[in-house]
């Protein structure tokens, strides 16, 4: 059951209350420290994959002559152990996350959010002393910690914006905030390599990103807020204007003292149609941006991987787009050009249609690297106008509710990150076949077409009946 009409004109506050009001209010800067807290927490977890190579470096390479010359610790671990490694973060995330986005429910997000960033990135300061004195068992562990910790990143910033950022302002607020994704690992990707590289070596990537974690933590603590009224030098004015613009979809009191309405939550379809969503999009592209690399490799027969700028592309084109299209998507929805149903809509299935047109073609593009490459990064740049669409779209349906039903759409989409590497393995049994290639690709096509097919049927903006918490009883 939904509760209102999703057009812009009903979710908008009076053109009045906007009047006197600077350009750049406190919401902005909620969603620039929200949008830092993702680029922080993809910095805890992206660095592994970068350091990992450096911390087990080909025997009598260049790299490891100049690691034992500056006594780096090094490691023989083999391919499985760095598998199990690089998996064990996603093991805890992937466990984590649906008993944070409860917990979010009862506690302060602010403080459960500094608290996550707080130990990931304390974990990550100690990895380097623990794995040169335990090796890998203790890396294990801290990454399995981090990934348990991580776990409330997101439901905890959802949660948040849904409560700070005016509906006719999210395609821009919070899919700024959510581009945090690709700029953190775009980042990791190019100076992670370049700490490396250094004196200092793989350890001084942990150091790094650990104590950037920190840096935010207090400065979130300083400046950050979990809703509007509890912010200690938001204007007036400003405050009145998201409260009016939020009024009727948005309670601010206490979390502990509502009823979750589970049911309601569990038997809503546009709930299933995010979650369909959000589980095809990770699927298809944790294949992409897996695989790919390993494709272009052993296809064509060039080293993505080798180039830290190069492999750092497609992110960074996925970043430069998801600007522009996102204030395309609020100026479209704020002259009613589109509904915010419309809107979510078009912006997913660009996202996963798109990426399902580029998976074919790219079945096809055996003997051109250069252009294989080029669509590459096409492909994945416009896979971040899901960050306008489905990704955003727990905080129309419930912003009550926005943390809790990205916990759960989260936790089964994070099973993309586990499954689609099986499948390639089960497909692949040789690296250079295009035929065998072609069938995966075809595979993650038919996933993001069918999620996104879901979503156009059932997919909605409308805020749900249950967003409207009851008041627990008490005896």
Known sequence: MELSNDSTIDRIASPELKKGM???GVRHLQSLLAFTAIFTGYLLRVNMSVAIVAMVPVVNSTDFYEEHKNHIATFDWTHKTRSYLLSSFFAGYLLGNFPAAILGCYFNNKLLLALSTTITSLLALATPVAVSTYG?????????LQGLAQAFLLPMCHGI??????????GRLVGFVM????FGTMITLIGAGYLASTSFGWPSIFYASG???????????????????????????EANYIQESLQGVSHHGSQADKVTPWKGIFTSLPVWATTAAHVGYNWGFWLLLSEMPTFISTV???????????????????FLLQLPASYLADFLNKRQCTTLTMSRKIWTTISMWGGAAGLITLGYLDDNATFTIYLYIFVVAIGGTCNLGFNINHMDLSPNYAGLLMGITNTMAS???LTAPLAVGYIISDPNSVNQWRVVFFLGAGVLFFANLIYLIFGSAKTQSWNSPEKKIVS
Do not use: C
Not at 136 to 144: D, E, K, M
């Open 22 to 24: 600077p350009m750049i």
């Open 300 to 318: 064509h027969g060039f080293n993505l991987r080798e180039d830290g700028l190069l492999s750092s592309l497609p992110y960074l084109a996925m």
């Open 161 to 170: 914006m849904a409560r700070w950022v005016p509906p006719n302002e999210r």
């Open 136 to 144: 890998s068992p203790v890396l294990f562990i801290i990454r399995f």
């Open 211 to 237: 104590a950037i974690g920190l840096a935010w933590t207090v400065v979130w603590l300083l400046l950050g807020a979990e809703s509007p009224q509890t912010h200690w030098f938001l204007s007036q004015k």
């Open 179 to 182: 581009s945090g994704i690709q």
């Open 415 to 417: 099973t993309g990150g």
